[in-house]
């Protein structure tokens, strides 16, 4: 079942574009107070090679999804670094898994995981705003983890959600 649905991504991301400089850092304060682990695995990507420019992108998709958790209605619980790091593995075995695979087999599988996830509507806004900031091909280390960041972001509220 999906709780951010594309209404809640897209007044989300409305919102969080709208915003002062101030009133994002008071939403990053809500964050660190409700969600501090989410924020700690945007904040620790400089330690392996983000450049702080490029940090601006995962922190906007912090925010829209934070803004979205808001707006969706339900009350989400802090996620833990348990379940982040659960998700990290399960979210690492899939992309494995597609290692060898034939790029036209990659891509069916890429595209029933973005519409059979439960959290589609969020997967898709992070996507896009990555693939607009060209940030979805992966030419360094710095890069994977964003987009590793980023996705463990999706696959924790996704499995949050769920619970």
Do not use: W
């Amino acid at each position: 079942m999906t709780l951010l649905t594309q209404t809640v991504m897209v007044r989300a991301n409305i919102d969080v574009n709208r915003m002062s400089a101030q009133q994002k850092v008071q939403l990053t304060d809500e964050i660190y107070v409700q969600q501090p682990n989410l924020l700690a695995s945007i904040l620790v990507l400089p330690r392996y090679g983000v450049d702080m420019q490029l940090l601006e992108e995962p922190i906007h998709v912090l925010l829209v999804a934070f803004q979205a958790m808001k707006h969706c209605g339900h009350a989400l619980p802090t996620i833990s670094e348990d379940v982040q790091e659960t998700c990290l593995q399960r979210l690492t075995a899939t992309l494995k898994f597609s290692e060898g695979v034939p790029p036209d087999l990659v891509e069916q599988m890429i595209t029933k995981f973005c519409v059979d996830h439960p959290e589609r509507y969020l997967l898709a806004f992070v996507y896009g705003h990555l693939g607009q900031h060209d940030l979805l091909r992966v030419r360094t280390d710095a890069e994977k983890y964003l987009l590793l960041a980023c996705l463990n972001l999706v696959e924790c509220v996704a499995y949050i959600g769920a619970q």
